[in-house]
C-alpha cells in the first residue's frame, strides 16, 4: 500500500519503497444480513455487503456487478442467473437483493466486482452464499419429549435409525428445542455451537441452527440422536427462584433434507418412531451447573452399534407451534480461548484450587483417572479472600458447580453440555491422586463475535483497563448482553447494555448480536410502550419503564445506525422507539417526566458512614427527565432520517418542551443544578438540557465537584459513560485524563491495581483492606463501568466517526496524561481502519490508515509542518507530523 506523508524530506525514502508495490484492487469479506454465509435468511431481500482493498490511494467504488445464482457451477459459468446488477455507486454496504422471488430452504451462490474511480477493475470475488431459512408450513418434522409432561431433570436421550438407499449427495439439518440441545449423526455431534438453540424471548421467537450434514449420513444404516438440557427455557432464571418460566417441557425438532445423487430427495424428521431414555446427565442448570454420572453412559447410543433395550421407550409427540420458530439473527455462543493453570496450590483452609489467571466465562475441562464411582466436584470463584481463601458468598444462591462420578477405570476427559460458569478459581474437591496441570483447563464460551477493535497506549495500566474491558464484554455476551455471568441472575439488563454499547462497537462486530436482542427487546415492550428491566423480559409485569434502562428502546438502534449504517434495523425498531418515547409523555405532567420507580444513577459513589453528605446522590427524575430529552432527540432524528417529516415536526416541539420543564424545574436562575453531582451536571450537559449561555459555567462546577473529591469520579451506571465526553468537549481535557489515570478509589485504575482481569460491578468490590463489598450484589465481571472504552478510542485514539459506519471518519488525538504513543484499529464495515501516533517532547507524529471506499478528516494538536491543522485525506496510509506549542 502506497503511503501518503505530509513531511516529504523525513519519508522520502518510504515514498520510494512504496511506489515499488503492485496495483490492486480485490473485493472481500462478503456478507448477507451482516453475515458470512449465513444457513436461514428470512427476509425476501437481504442486504449485501463486502470490503474493498486496494494499495492505490484515494480509492472509491466507481461501479459494482453482482451475480446470484442456484449453483457455484452456474454462477461461475455466468449462466442461469438468479439475479445481476451492474450499477455506478459507490454504495458497498447494505444493498438490498432486489431479483426474483428467493426460495424458502434453497441455497444462492453470490459474487461481486467493482470498478474503482481510477478504472482500475477487479478480479470476480470468491463465491459466498446465502441460504433461505424454512417457513412454518415447511416443518414435517414433529416435536417429541419424554413424557408429556417433563418432570425429572435428568438429560433426556432421543434416537432413531434410518436406512437410506441411495448415494447421498448433500444433506442439510435444521435442529431446535425447548430447551438446550446437543444433536448427533452417527456419533458425530452436529455443528460446533454451544447452549443451542440460545435464549430468546421463546413465545415469540425460538430460533432453529442450519447444519450442512452431507459428510455425516451415507448409504446405508444411519442413527440420528439428541440429548436435551434444562436450559433457561425450563431451568431456574430469574430473582424468584422460578423454575419453568417458559415450559415445564423440554422437546427436540429436529429434521433433515437429504438430496441423493440421482437427483430425488427424502425428509428425516423427529416423530413418533423415534425411542427415548435417560442418559448419565442427572440435573444440568444455567446457575447451578451439571451433575453428570458416567456409570450411568449408554455407550454408542447415538451410533449403528448400538441396540435399543428394554429402558428406551416411545417418544410422546407434543402439540407445540411451528409459527414462532425463526432462522439464527445473531452470531451463536461457541468454544474460544484455552487457559490452562497459572497455579495450583491449596489455601490456607486446605482446598485445592486451580487458578487460571483471568476472570472468565465458561467452564473447566477435567481428565480423571479414577475408580468407579469416584466422584470430583468442580466449585468455581471469581476471588479469593483476604486470607487467600476460595470465595463464593457473592453467587448467592447459585451453586456454580460440576460434579462427575467416573464410571469405569479409563481416563476420562470430562466437561459440561447445558450450563457456564463464571470464574477465575476452581476448586477442586475428590480428585483421586495429584492434580497436575496437564489434567485441567478453562475453556471460554461466548458469541462468536468478530473482534473487530485494538487499543494500546504507553501506559500498562490503561491497556491492562483495555483487556479488562474486552475480557468483560467476552464474558456477559453470551447470546445476550447480560449484567453479570456469575450469580444467580445473568440476566439481560437494559441499563447496561445501553451505557456500554458504544465501546462494545469498538470491540467487536456486535450488529448481528444486538440485532437479535433487540427482535425480543421489540416484542417484549410493553402494549404501554414501557421496556421492561431485562430482555428477553423473565421478571414480573411491573418491571418496567426505569429511566436510562428503558432508553435502550431508543439509544441501541440509533448507535446501531451510527456504527453499522443500519438504516433497515431502525425502520424495524422505529415503533417500538416511538412507543417508548410516548410511554414517557403518557407520564408526564406539563411535560415534566417525574413519576413512577426508576434506578437512578445506580452505584454511584456512596461512603459507608457518610455524616458530611458526600454520598453522590442525583435526583432521579432529574436523571429521567435527561433521558426522557434524549430519547425525543433521537426520535427526531430517526424520523428525519426515514422520511417521517410530521413525527420529527411533532417530537422536536416536544424536545423543546421537555428542555424548557427540566429548566424550569431543575435549574436555578444562576444555573445551578438542584443536584450538584458528577452526574447530574454531566448529563445536563451531554443531552445539551441547558441554555447555551449556561453550559460551560456548568462545565466549569462539575470540575469544582470533581477537584472536591480529590479527582475521583463519583458516578454511577448512568453518568459514568458520560463524564469524560462532557470534561473533553467543554475544554476540560487534562481533567478528564487526571480521572482515567486515577489509581485509588473511587476510578477505573483501581480495580486493576488490585489485581482486576475484568471490569468490576462496583468501583470497591475489594476493599483497599482486602474485605468485600456487601455480597449480596458485588460481582467481579459486570462491564457497565468499562464504557470508558468509548472515550479512550474517540479521544486517545482520536476515532470518531463523522457519517455512519465509518465512511467519512475523523481521526483527532487529544493528548494527556503523559501519554507518549496510542496504536489503535478498528475493522469498520468498509474495512480496517487504524491509527498510530508518537510524543517526543514536542514532536507529534501520527500514521493513518484508511480503507477503501471511505475518507477521513485528520485533525492535528499544534501546528502542521504541512500549514494545516485539518486535513482530509482519502484511503491509504498517511504520514503526518507537528510541533506542540
Not at 494499495?55 to 457455484?72: G, L, M
Not at 483417572?369 to 479472600?385: C, I, K, N, Y
Not at 448507535?559 to 410516548?582: C, E, I, K
Not at 458526600?614 to 433521558?627: E, M
Request: glycine content about 8%.
Amino acid at each position: 500500500m502506497r503511503v501518503t506523508t505530509y513531511l516529504l524530506a523525513l519519508f522520502a525514502s518510504i515514498m520510494i519503497h512504496q511506489s515499488a508495490i503492485g496495483q490492486v484492487l480485490k473485493v472481500t469479506d462478503l456478507r448477507v444480513e451482516r453475515m458470512t454465509n449465513p444457513e436461514a435468511i428470512d427476509t425476501e431481500m437481504p442486504q449485501m455487503s463486502w470490503i474493498l482493498e486496494s494499495d492505490v490511494p484515494n480509492t472509491k467504488q466507481q461501479q459494482v456487478e453482482i451475480r446470484v445464482a442456484k449453483s457455484q457451477k452456474d454462477l461461475v459459468a455466468n449462466k442461469n442467473l438468479v439475479w445481476t446488477l451492474k450499477k455506478t455507486t459507490a454504495t458497498s454496504i447494505n444493498v438490498n437483493y432486489v431479483g426474483a422471488a428467493l426460495v424458502a430452504g434453497e441455497q444462492y451462490f453470490w459474487q461481486v466486482r467493482v470498478i474503482d474511480n481510477h478504472g482500475n477493475k477487479s478480479a470476480w470475488s470468491t463465491v459466498n452464499y446465502w441460504r433461505m431459512g424454512i417457513k412454518s408450513n415447511q416443518w414435517t418434522a414433529k416435536w417429541i419429549s419424554a413424557a408429556p409432561e417433563d418432570s425429572t431433570s435428568r438429560s433426556p436421550l432421543f434416537r432413531n435409525t434410518y436406512q437410506l438407499s441411495k448415494q447421498v449427495k448433500s444433506a442439510t439439518a435444521y435442529v431446535t428445542a425447548r430447551g438446550l440441545y446437543e444433536a448427533f449423526i452417527n456419533g458425530q455431534r452436529l455443528g460446533n455451537a454451544c447452549l443451542t438453540p440460545g435464549w430468546t424471548s421463546y413465545q415469540h421467537q425460538l430460533q432453529y441452527q442450519v447444519v450442512d450434514v452431507s459428510a455425516h449420513l451415507h448409504k446405508g444404516v444411519n442413527v440420528i440422536g439428541a440429548t436435551l438440557g434444562d436450559g433457561w427455557y425450563k431451568g431456574r432464571i430469574g430473582f424468584n427462584n422460578q423454575r419453568a418460566f417458559y415450559g415445564n417441557t423440554r422437546a427436540l425438532l429436529l429434521q433433515i433434507k437429504v438430496v441423493f445423487t440421482d437427483g430425488s430427495t427424502q425428509i428425516l424428521g423427529t416423530d413418533q418412531h423415534w425411542k427415548t431414555s435417560y442418559g448419565p446427565i442427572l440435573s444440568s442448570d444455567i446457575y447451578d451447573g451439571e451433575v453428570y454420572d458416567a456409570r450411568l453412559e449408554k455407550k454408542d447410543w447415538n451410533t449403528a452399534a448400538y441396540r435399543d433395550s428394554a429402558d428406551w421407550k416411545p417418544v410422546y409427540v407434543a402439540d407445540f407451534t411451528y409459527e414462532n420458530l425463526t432462522g439464527m439473527k445473531g452470531p451463536a455462543v461457541m468454544k474460544h480461548e484455552i487457559f490452562k493453570p497459572q497455579k495450583i496450590f491449596k489455601t490456607p483452609q486446605g482446598d485445592l484450587v486451580v487458578d487460571f489467571g483471568q476472570n472468565l466465562v465458561g467452564w473447566a475441562e477435567i481428565t480423571i483417572d479414577g475408580a468407579p464411582g469416584t466422584q470430583v466436584t468442580l466449585h468455581h470463584a471469581e476471588v479469593l479472600d483476604k486470607a487467600g481463601n476460595f470465595y463464593t458468598t457473592n453467587l448467592r444462591s447459585a451453586k456454580q458447580e460440576n460434579t462427575y462420578t467416573v464410571g469405569d477405570n479409563r481416563k476420562q476427559l470430562f466437561s459440561p453440555h447445558f450450563s457456564f460458569q463464571g470464574f477465575r478459581y476452581v476448586k477442586v474437591t475428590g480428585y483421586p491422586g495429584e492434580l497436575l496441570p496437564e489434567n485441567i483447563q478453562a475453556v471460554t464460551l461466548y458469541s462468536d463475535m468478530e473482534e473487530t477493535g485494538t487499543f494500546a497506549t504507553s501506559n500498562p495500566l490503561i491497556n491492562q483497563l483495555q483487556k479488562n474491558i474486552v475480557w468483560g464484554q467476552k464474558g456477559n455476551f453470551v447470546d445476550v448482553p447480560t449484567d453479570c455471568p456469575q450469580r444467580d441472575e445473568r440476566l439481560g439488563w437494559t441499563g447496561d447494555a445501553q451505557a456500554f454499547f458504544n465501546t462494545a462497537a469498538f470491540n467487536m462486530d456486535v450488529q448481528g448480536f444486538f440485532r437479535k436482542w433487540l427482535v425480543d427487546l421489540k416484542a417484549d415492550q410493553h402494549a404501554n410502550g414501557s421496556i421492561p428491566f431485562v430482555i428477553p423480559n423473565v421478571l414480573n409485569p411491573g418491571d418496567a419503564g426505569a429511566a436510562g434502562w428503558a432508553d435502550v428502546a431508543t439509544i441501541i438502534p440509533w448507535g446501531m445506525y451510527t456504527s453499522f449504517a443500519d438504516t433497515a434495523l431502525l425502520r424495524q425498531q422505529y415503533p417500538s422507539m416511538q412507543a417508548w418515547v410516548n410511554f414517557m409523555s403518557s407520564k408526564s405532567t406539563n411535560n415534566l417526566w417525574n413519576t413512577g420507580f426508576h434506578f437512578g444513577d445506580w452505584l454511584f459513589y456512596r461512603p459507608d458512614d457518610d455524616n458530611d453528605g458526600r454520598a453522590a446522590v442525583t435526583d432521579k427524575y432529574l436523571i429521567a427527565q435527561c433521558f426522557y430529552a434524549h430519547s425525543v432527540d433521537i426520535l427526531v432524528k430517526t424520523a428525519t432520517l426515514l422520511g417521517r417529516q410530521e413525527d420529527a415536526a411533532h417530537y422536536r416541539s416536544l424536545l423543546e418542551n421537555v428542555k424548557h420543564a427540566f429548566q424550569k424545574e431543575y435549574l436555578t436562575p444562576n444555573g445551578r443544578l438542584i443536584s450538584s453531582t458528577q452526574t447530574a451536571y454531566v448529563l445536563a450537559l451531554q443531552f445539551d438540557m441547558l441554555p447555551d449561555a449556561l453550559r460551560q459555567q456548568a462545565a466549569d462546577r462539575l470540575v469544582e465537584n470533581i477537584k472536591s473529591y480529590g479527582t475521583h469520579l463519583t458516578t454511577g451506571f448512568l453518568g459514568t459513560p458520560y463524564l469524560c465526553h462532557v470534561l473533553s468537549r467543554f475544554g476540560h481535557l487534562a481533567v478528564a485524563y487526571e480521572l482515567l489515570l486515577q489509581e485509588s478509589y473511587p476510578s477505573w485504575l483501581y480495580p486493576v491495581k488490585m489485581g482486576a482481569t475484568t471490569i468490576w460491578e462496583r468501583w470497591d468490590g475489594i476493599k483497599p483492606d482486602g474485605s468485600f463489598q456487601t455480597a449480596a450484589m458485588n460481582s467481579y465481571n459486570h462491564y457497565a463501568y468499562g464504557a470508558i472504552g468509548d472515550w479512550m478510542y474517540k479521544n486517545i485514539a482520536g476515532i470518531s466517526a463523522l457519517e455512519p459506519a465509518y465512511k467519512k471518519v475523523q481521526i483527532a488525538p487529544q493528548l494527556g496524561g503523559e501519554l507518549s504513543r496510542c496504536e489503535a484499529s478498528l475493522k469498520t464495515p468498509y474495512g480496517k481502519l487504524s491509527t498510530s501516533w508518537t510524543l517526543a517532547g514536542k514532536q507529534f507524529k501520527l500514521q493513518v490508515n484508511v480503507p477503501a471506499n471511505s475518507s477521513a478528516v485528520v485533525v492535528l494538536p499544534g501546528i502542521s509542518t504541512s500549514g494545516k491543522q485539518t486535513i482530509e485525506v482519502g484511503s491509504g496510509v498517511h504520514n503526518f507530523a507537528s510541533t506542540l506549542p
